[in-house]
């Protein structure tokens, strides 16, 4: 059985009055939520943690939904990306210089609506956002 390489990110929410916002950050021309590969001694959350605040600078995650958590089927070369879900007040993102590229990760952010991020997603993602979006729901 090949060894699965594991990423793990957060489906970043925002409420606003009767709406909620999804975080979706843009590398390429490929949209995905905040996420990265799980640095040794780290668990996974810890990783979707680290990885959220390196891309966005976002550090007030709420686990408002608990700590389960969606995957994807694997991809590339046997990866796997592990989703959770958590909410910030925080309006504003920034795109830090990762020191290792001397540039963003991502080239744009954009909070967008379920309908929207169903739009920009890859059919891959598509599964994790319908059970975060169906989590916040219930």
């Known amino acids: 059985m090949e060894k699965k390489t ?4 957060v489906v970043v929410v925002r409420r606003e009055s009767n709406h909620i916002w999804y975080l979706l950050l843009r590398a390429y021309s ?3 939520f905040p996420k990265g590969m799980v640095e040794p001694g780290e668990t996974p959350l810890q990783g979707a943690l ?4 390196e891309e966005t ?3 007030d995650l709420t ?3 608990g700590y389960g958590y ?3 089927p694997p991809y590339g070369r046997g990866k796997v990306a592990r989703y959770y879900v958590a909410e910030t007040r925080q309006t504003e993102v920034t795109l830090p210089v990762n020191p290792t590229l001397g540039h963003p990760e991502h080239d744009e952010y954009r909070w967008v609506t379920f309908q929207e991020a ?3 997603l890859s059919p891959r993602v598509i599964p994790v956002l319908e059970w975060a979006h169906t ?3 219930r």
């Not at 594991?6 to 990110?9: F, I, K, M, R, T």
């Not at 680290?50 to 605040?53: S, T």
């Open 63 to 65: 686990f408002t939904w």
């Open 30 to 32: 490929h949209w995905d």
């Open 6 to 9: 594991l990423s793990a990110g």
């Open 135 to 137: 989590l916040v729901f």
């Open 50 to 53: 680290r990885e959220v605040e």
């Open 118 to 120: 169903r739009t920009l």
């Open 57 to 59: 600078s976002l550090n």
């Open 70 to 72: 969606q995957e994807t």
